[in-house]
């Protein structure tokens, strides 16, 4: 990767700790969605493969990549409602809510993206959750005004695994998709960036084993708050990288 000009994170599994954040809240949004029916609870837990006695997802879950727009059919039809838009939002209002009062960063976000805006890149974040919900994290996490832009499914550009929202910020600001880098945990994020012709940067820090995406990344480090050294090794601005795959 040479000459990078901007970041754009996924922000659970990335910025944000996937079970301590999102397996503590889906328990209380899963009661509040039966209406405290056990039996009700027991099919939201079922189709979103969700261990309530751990609070947290296995690897499988609909959950750990996907939008309430993927997931929220599954749920509609456990509880015998329609999955209309009303259904939808009414999960990412409860998940906002229990999200905040859950929210674990991973390591220090806002410490790495300031050094990296600092440096010159442009930031983003590209996220399958609402952007609404991702606005009021971020900005919890103290890191809202570093950002140049933030996506999430429900802007307008499509939810990953599909090329809408890197290539919406590319078009916006005027960046060549190649000199971009999306940096997230999972194949959705790496079939995004790929999609818009974008490099793609993985972190070891989300809730699925990454091993199967190693060798079709760009770069791979443990976590974000190990972006910094390594994009800024050549003590440059939106500096080159010596070296693909490095951990």
């Known amino acids: 990767m040479q000459d990078l000009t901007a970041l754009l994170f996924d922000k659970d599994g990335t910025l944000v700790h996937f079970d301590r954040t999102w397996g503590r809240a889906a328990g209380a949004v899963m009661r509040?969605?039966?209406?405290?029916?056990?039996?009700?609870?027991?099919?939201?837990?079922?189709v979103s493969h969700y261990l309530p006695d751990e609070e947290r997802f296995l690897p499988t879950?609909?959950?750990?990549?996907?939008s309430s727009a993927h997931y929220g059919p599954?749920?509609?039809h456990?509880?015998?409602r329609p999955a209309d838009g009303d259904f939808l939002a009414e999960i990412d209002r409860l998940f906002a809510a229990e999200g905040?009062?859950?929210?674990?960063?991973?390591?220090?976000?806002?410490?790495?993206?300031?050094?990296?805006?600092?440096?010159?890149?442009?930031?983003?974040?590209?996220?399958?959750?609402?952007e609404e919900n991702a606005r009021q994290q971020a900005?919890?996490?103290?890191?809202?005004?570093?950002?140049?832009?933030?996506?999430?499914?429900?802007?307008?550009?499509g939810s990953k695994p599909g090329p809408g929202m890197v290539a919406a910020f590319a078009a916006r600001f005027g960046h060549r998709p190649d000199a971009m880098a999306v940096i997230?945990?999972?194949?959705?994020?790496l079939a995004s960036a790929r999609g818009?012709?974008?490099?793609?940067?993985?972190?070891?820090?989300?809730?699925a084993p990454v091993d199967d995406l190693v060798t079709d990344a760009d770069l791979v480090v443990d976590s974000v708050d190990d972006l910094p050294d390594v994009l800024l090794a050549s003590g440059g601005k939106a500096s080159s990288l010596a070296g693909e795959n490095a951990v």
């Open 78 to 80: 456990a509880l015998g």
């Open 196 to 207: 818009a012709g974008a490099h793609f940067i993985l972190v070891r820090s989300g809730p």
């Open 184 to 189: 997230g945990d999972s194949a959705h994020d």
């Open 139 to 157: 900005e919890a996490l103290g890191f809202l005004d570093l950002l140049d832009a933030v996506h999430g499914y429900d802007s307008g550009f």
């Open 100 to 130: 905040l009062a859950n929210l674990t960063p991973i390591g220090h976000p806002a410490r790495a993206l300031q050094r990296l805006k600092a440096a010159g890149f442009a930031l983003g974040i590209v996220t399958n959750d609402a």
């Open 32 to 46: 509040q969605m039966a209406r405290d029916d056990a039996h009700a609870v027991a099919r939201l837990e079922a």
């Open 74 to 76: 599954l749920w509609a």
């Open 61 to 66: 879950s609909p959950l750990v990549s996907g």
